[in-house]
């Protein structure tokens, strides 16, 4: 009887590790925040988790890679939407559209006494790698830093497509004190 016992816990917990294990090849994907990741929402190292195959929707962060590096952004624009940037207000398809998770750091920016004034620079779709007739082409998206300084985005790369996008990142694990949801307003 102890035998059968134990035979029986060793197939759950290999069944266990076999399922964590496929969970993580097909579904997360854990990494740590750097300094150049970092913004309002995920500080400089922390853990968080993108979840892979999830639907990308605008404001979401995401976490892609472009020749073999890793990036986070923030989804601006889906296919088939105009975008304008001018004098730090976002225009999607002609309306104004407000970026509540800016406000930290654009505050920020303004504060600073080397400020220039603008926190985004202004563009234009046109002025964008890839682009035809002022829209986003299908399975792209449009993908900004937060930290607008950082230009090593879609401004830089052009479109990001939708298989360049490892997962959207909606799970803090690390620090624990904020492990949780990722909110957006943050």
């Known amino acids: 009887m102890p035998r059968r016992d134990l035979i029986r816990n060793v197939i759950i917990v ?3 590790v076999l399922a964590l294990i496929l969970l ?3 579904v997360f994907h854990p990494f740590s925040i750097n300094d150049k990741m970092a913004n309002a929402s995920v500080k400089n190292g922390d ?3 993108a979840t892979r195959n999830a639907q990308v929707d605008r404001s979401d962060l995401v ?4 020749g073999g590096k890793e990036y986070l952004g923030r989804v601006i624009a889906k296919e088939n939407d105009e975008v304008s940037y001018v ?3 976002l225009y999607l398809n002609g309306q104004a559209t407000p970026e509540p998770y800016l406000n930290k750091m654009l505050n920020k920016h303004l504060a600073a006494p080397t400020s220039n004034g603008y ?3 202004d563009f234009f779709l046109s002025e964008l790698k890839g682009t035809k007739a002022g829209r986003v082409p299908s399975d792209t998206y449009l993908v900004l830093n937060d930290n607008r300084g950082d230009t090593e985005d879609s ?3 052009g479109y990001i497509h939708k298989n360049q996008i490892e997962g959207v990142v909606n799970l803090r694990l690390y620090p624990l004190n904020k492990f949780g949801f990722i909110k ?3």
Do not use: G
């Not at 976490?63 to 472009?66: E, F, G, M, S």
């Open 14 to 16: 290999a069944v266990l």
């Open 24 to 26: 993580r090849i097909f």
């Open 155 to 157: 401004r830089e790369f």
């Open 184 to 186: 957006v307003e943050e």
């Open 47 to 49: 853990l968080v988790v």
């Open 63 to 66: 976490l892609y890679k472009v």
């Open 119 to 121: 926190y985004t620079d």
């Open 87 to 89: 004098d730090d207000v």
